[in-house]
């Protein structure tokens, strides 16, 4: 079994700021890409930053230079910064894992987190 979960979500005021954390836990053999994305009412969900195990990070054009994305290899975490918040930026926000479970150490499975919402208030 893996688990992944988020953290750190809540109601900021427009301009504020907020900080995600994922924790993966289980059965866990190595994890490439983590990342997060979200999904809007009424809309599909998206990308909005991913980082490789080496540190290689990729932005949605909407949070770039407003959110970093880092993440803690030794404790499986991966993390939000988001700063500059904007009310377009409400969303459940959702963690994601492309790992290799220690049952099947060949192949890479994406992996969920439940989502924390984020609500950003004008």
């Known amino acids: 079994q893996v688990q992944l979960v988020e953290s750190g979500g809540g109601l900021v005021q427009a301009g504020g700021s907020l900080r995600l954390s994922c924790a993966a836990s289980?059965?866990?053999?190595?994890?490439?890409?983590m990342g997060w994305y979200r999904q809007a009412p009424g809309k599909q969900r998206e990308l909005v930053a991913t980082i490789a195990t080496g540190g290689s990070t990729n932005y949605a054009d909407s949070v770039k230079g407003r959110f970093t994305i880092s993440r803690d290899n030794a404790k499986n975490t991966v993390y939000l910064q988001m700063n500059s918040l904007k009310p377009e930026d409400t969303a459940v926000y959702y963690c994601?894992?492309?790992?290799?479970?220690?049952?099947?150490?060949?192949?890479?499975?994406?992996?969920w987190g439940q989502g924390t919402q984020v609500t950003v208030s004008s």
């Open positions: 994601n894992a492309n790992l290799s479970p220690t049952y099947i150490i060949n192949r890479r499975i994406n992996y």
């Open positions: 289980g059965s866990i053999f190595s994890i490439a890409t």
